[in-house]
Each structure stands twice: as structure tokens, then as C-alpha cells.
């Protein structure tokens, strides 16, 4: 965005720089600016006209190219440091984060080891969201049937929060979390804590998770199906039922504690 304001102003300051020279030499009062009303067209008048914008154009379109290929979301950051996975589904109304390497899960609630590329998979249980940490990166979808990649780091330790950027029906407004960047000895110690705590992450335990509940508490599955991230993403778990599916039914909202 700097480039192409630099760009622009390139452009801009010249333009209204002659612009104003031009009332000030044509004025009335100066006997040295040439008069002539029968002028109708010049070749270097039409070269310069027309060549600037194309070498602005040609020049912002290699920025756009080069700056789209760096900030590819699915480009590793660090091709010299394994990232962290984390296996990212959007429910209603809620995140699951869940990580196969270390065999834990959470709900609404992530920690990351600062200063680590994290590498997100994200898919959608239900309908449409987006995956947005305004202080860490880009916003990009979740889509139920597909995986987008996104990587990202936490260059320091802190609080990040994130949310939904797609409304998505009535709990949309709770549909947020937090990110925390911690050192490593801390995100070890969390990861030992999530595996001593919580009910294990199966089909059963996942099913009723995707069940529409609003405002749901952070907590944590000291356990989880490998195969869980893979069957939601290739549908061979059907598709959550959807925000309007307990109103329809009359059935309660259920809401998970820690």
C-alpha cells in the first residue's frame, strides 16, 4: 500500500504542480507565454500523456505480482524452521483448533510458541466463515468440503484476537477467540496440561460439538481422532446441521463448559 501511494503521489503532485504553473505562466499580464488558439494536436504532447500511465500501470502491476506471490497465504514463511500444525474447523458458533502433532485439541482458544511459523489448514463444518487475526495476517475462508492454507507467526509474545469475518447467523456476534503467543517452555507446559484435562476429541464427542451453541467457554480435548481433520474436510462426515437447524427443530441450544 506505501508503494502505490508513493506511486500515485509520483503522479499526483507533478500534475497539480503544472497545473498551477500553467495559470500562473498563461496569465493575461505575461507578454511571454505564446497565444494560440488554432493548437489542436502535438505528437510529444500524446507520447508523454499516454506513456506515463502505461509506465505506471506496468510498474505497479510488477509490485502487485511481486508482492502476491510474498504474501501468498499457503507460502511457508520459514523454509528453514518446521512449522507448527494446526488444524483449524469452523462450527456454529465457534473455532476447534486442533493439533496432530501434539494429539490435542481446543475449543475458542489458541496458543502458539512465539516466534514459530504456524501453519494453518482450515476448513468448515457448517456454512461459510473466515479465519481473521487483524495483528498476525490476512482474513481467508473456511469452506465446508474444502482446505485452505495459511501461514502465519506471532513474532512476539502477546494477546491476538480473532474472529469471524462472515456472518453466519445468530451467534455470530460470540464467534471470536483468542490467540496466545507464548515462549516455548510455556506452550509445552500448555500442551501437557491439555493432555492431563478434558474429555477426548472422537466422532461422538465431535458430533455433539457440532450442535449450534452461542457463547461458548475456552477448553481443551486431551485427545484426539487423527482422522477427524481429514473426514470433516472430505465430507465424509455429513455437514454440521446449520444455524437454523435447532430453531426449526425447537431443540435447545447446547453450550459446552470448561
Known amino acids: 500500500m506505501l508503494d502505490a501511494l508513493a506511486i500515485m503521489l ?10 498551477l ?8 499580464s505575461n507578454p511571454r507565454a505564446i497565444y494560440r488558439p488554432d493548437f489542436a494536436y502535438s505528437g510529444r504532447v500524446e507520447i508523454v500523456v499516454w506513456a506515463i500511465p502505461t509506465l505506471v500501470i506496468m510498474f505497479l502491476g ?3 505480482w511481486i508482492g502476491s506471490h510474498d504474501l501468498d497465504p499457503p507460502k511457508p514463511l520459514d523454509a528453514n524452521s518446521r512449522p507448527i500444525e494446526v488444524q483449524v474447523v469452523a462450527l456454529d458458533w465457534k473455532w ?10 481446543v475449543v475458542n482458544d489458541l496458543v502458539l510458541p512465539a516466534g514459530a511459523p504456524v501453519r494453518f489448514s482450515i476448513t468448515s463444518a457448517s456454512v461459510m466463515n473466515t479465519f481473521y487475526v487483524p495483528q498476525l495476517g490476512g482474513m481467508i475462508y473456511a469452506m465446508n468440503g474444502m482446505v485452505t492454507q495459511l501461514n502465519l507467526k506471532a513474532d512476539h509474545p502477546g494477546d ?10 445468530d451467534g455470530f456476534s460470540d464467534m471470536n477467540f483468542m ?20 474429555p477426548a476429541l472422537d466422532r461422538a464427542a465431535y458430533d455433539q460439538l457440532a450442535m449450534p451453541s452461542q457463547a461458548v ?14 473426514e470433516i474436510a472430505t465430507q465424509h462426515i455429513p455437514p454440521a446441521p446449520g444455524p437454523n437447524e435447532n ?10 463448559e470448561k
Open 96 to 105: 476447534l483448533f486442533i493439533f496432530p502433532a501434539q494429539g490435542v485439541a
Open 10 to 19: 509520483a503522479i499526483v503532485i507533478p500534475t497539480i504542480a503544472v497545473a
Open 21 to 28: 504553473w500553467f495559470g500562473w505562466w498563461y496569465r493575461e
Open 217 to 230: 467457554k475456552p477448553f481443551t480435548f486431551k485427545s484426539i481422532d487423527p482422522s477427524l481433520f481429514g
Open 247 to 256: 430453531r426449526a427443530h425447537g431443540a435447545p441450544q447446547p453450550t459446552a
Open 62 to 64: 510488477g509490485v502487485i
Open 160 to 169: 491476538f484476537y480473532g474472529r469471524s469475518g462472515q456472518f453466519s447467523g
Open 179 to 198: 490467540v496466545h503467543a507464548v515462549p516455548h517452555a510455556e506452550f509445552l507446559k500448555w500442551v501437557a496440561n491439555a493432555r492431563a484435562n478434558g
